[in-house]
């Protein structure tokens, strides 16, 4: 990060000088951070969506060009060669692991998956019909209370423990929510599998019917996770670092990004995408569906297009595209009248200048909410399978926050529009 440059900032005839960063790629950033104390004033930018509140060498995206890297690897071709293991590795430590060390990893990390047995009367105290993401929530916050060894976030292998217990445990809690929300025993992590076939197994395996994990299947899981286990500063992990700065223990930190992703602006868009196939019905629809959405009036919106960030076609979503035909294919699934629905819905739609001169190409959450019915997964666990995926990234996002010497606590300031100061009138005298 250099500062060869500066910008002027002028203020009622004053002018100002405010350094310059730039980075190793990407826009230049305006250091702000003297603007009040050289000017008195402060800067507006509600949404930050042109603030950087950080500095960070995990993620990075071109919008523009449809670009993501992770430590400076595409995302294609962290997709195509390597497993999600293999991500989690290269997000916590910033280099891809050597056999060796990936071997360790893995056999660490596996572990880690089993939770302390205590932890299952946590379940009895929610109701069957509990969301699972408020189940997954308030079980992570909890972790503090039986993982002490890993709470002093000043020593490095203390953080480095609590970060791979949340990336081991966190799918075991997500599995045996569902478990609990359809009234089936719990299934046991097994060590011997992969951090997928693992993963399925939880879900859909019972005590007494063997449970064959499907290797198609446990590859689209993986890239599933692996195309959401990191994504730059959105909401949930500005949320991570927010709440890490505070000095907060890191099964809190988690739980708080939990809870941001929860809502229908973030982790819900596949739920919604789905939500509208279901809603538009038959290919019949499609015409009339898309005209409601042209018309601006109408509050219709296609779900599963677009990006805020990604201007051209999101570069998970081409991968996930293929991954969804080899799912249906592999399952037989190609008369799935959802299914079909939706592959007629892409074709028309990316063929439509409307929405082709808009840039709104199908997203990551269109395809992943299609792959993810089709593995039997119901909509309520979408948003929990996004959370096991981005916890790897969440607990890299807080540790590289936590390492950084100039950490402080985040404090935003805001542009205050209420009552000027006034006298208190007693309740006798007011009207």
Same mark, same amino acid.
């Given at each position: 990060m250099s500062e060869n440059r500066s910008a002027t900032f002028g203020l009622d005839g004053?002018?100002?000088?405010?350094?310059?960063?730039?980075?190793?790629?990407?826009?230049d950033v305006v250091d702000m951070r003297a603007l009040s104390q050289k000017t008195g004033v402060f800067s507006f930018d509600p949404g930050l969506g042109s603030t950087a509140t950080c500095t960070s060498?995990?993620?990075?995206?071109?919008?523009?060009?449809?670009?993501?890297?992770?430590?400076?690897?595409?995302?294609?071709?962290?997709?195509?060669?390597?497993?999600?293991?293999?991500?989690?590795?290269?997000?916590?430590?910033?280099?891809?692991p050597t056999a060796a060390?990936?071997?360790?990893?893995?056999?660490?990390?596996?572990?880690?998956?089993?939770?302390?047995?205590?932890?299952?009367?946590?379940?009895?105290?929610?109701?069957?019909?509990?969301?699972?993401?408020?189940?997954?929530?308030?079980?992570?916050?909890?972790?503090?209370?039986?993982?002490?060894?890993?709470?002093?976030?000043?020593?490095?292998?203390?953080?480095?423990?609590?970060?791979?217990?949340?990336?081991?445990?966190?799918?075991?809690?997500?599995?045996?929510?569902?478990?609990?929300s359809i009234g089936e025993p719990f299934i046991y992590p097994d060590e011997e599998m992969s951090f997928s076939e693992n993963f399925l197994h939880m879900l859909f395996a019972r005590p007494g019917n063997h449970y064959r994990v499907n290797p198609v299947l446990a590859r689209a899981m993986d890239r599933i996770l692996l195309l959401h286990a990191d994504h730059e500063q959105n909401a949930s992990t500005t949320t991570v670092r927010l709440v890490g700065s505070t000095g907060a223990n890191p099964y809190a930190c988690i739980a708080?990004?939990?809870?941001?992703?929860?809502?229908?602006?973030?982790?819900?868009?596949?739920?919604?995408?789905?939500? #509208?196939? +279901?809603?538009?019905?038959? =290919?019949?629809?499609? !015409?009339?569906? /898309?005209?409601?959405?042209?018309?601006?009036?109408?509050?219709?919106r296609l779900m599963g297009f677009g990006h805020r960030v990604y201007k051209n076609f999101d570069p998970r979503a081409k991968i996930l595209q293929a991954t969804c035909h080899e799912v249906i294919e592999e399952l037989g699934l190609k008369r799935d009248p959802l299914l079909d629905l939706a592959m007629e819905l892409e074709r028309v739609a990316t063929e439509d200048d409307y929405f082709v001169s808009r840039r709104l190409y199908p997203n990551v959450d269109f395809y992943s909410g299609l792959i993810l019915k089709a593995l039997g997964i119901p909509k309520s666990m979408f948003t929990v399978l996004f959370a096991v995926a981005r916890t790897v990234g969440w607990v890299s996002q807080w540790k590289e #926050?936590? +390492?950084?010497?100039?950490? =402080?606590?985040?404090? !935003?300031?805001? /542009?205050?529009i209420g009552a000027a100061e006034r006298n208190f009138v007693p309740m006798s005298e007011r009207r």
């Open positions: 004053l002018s100002r000088q405010f350094p310059v960063l730039e980075g190793t790629i990407g826009p060498a995990i993620s990075y995206i071109d919008g523009d060009k449809g670009v993501l890297l992770h430590r400076g690897y595409p995302i294609e071709d962290l997709a195509l060669n390597a497993s999600f293991t293999e991500t989690a590795y290269l997000l916590l430590y910033g280099e891809l060390q990936y071997q360790a990893f893995r056999t660490d990390m596996n572990t880690h998956r089993l939770l302390n047995e205590q932890i299952r009367n946590f379940f009895n105290g929610f109701r069957r019909d509990a969301h699972p993401m408020a189940i997954l929530c308030g079980t992570v916050g909890a972790l503090s209370a039986f993982y002490h060894d890993g709470l002093d976030i000043s020593e490095p292998k203390a953080r480095d423990l609590s970060a791979r217990r949340l990336i081991a445990k966190v799918p075991t809690i997500a599995a045996w929510a569902y478990k609990y708080a990004g939990i809870a941001a992703l929860w809502g229908p602006a973030h982790g819900g868009a596949n739920e919604a995408a789905l939500g #509208m196939l +279901e809603t538009i019905g038959t =290919r019949d629809g499609i !015409p009339a569906f /898309l005209n409601e959405v042209k018309n601006r009036n109408s509050g219709v #926050m936590i +390492e950084e010497p100039s950490v =402080r606590i985040s404090r !935003p300031r805001q /542009l205050y």
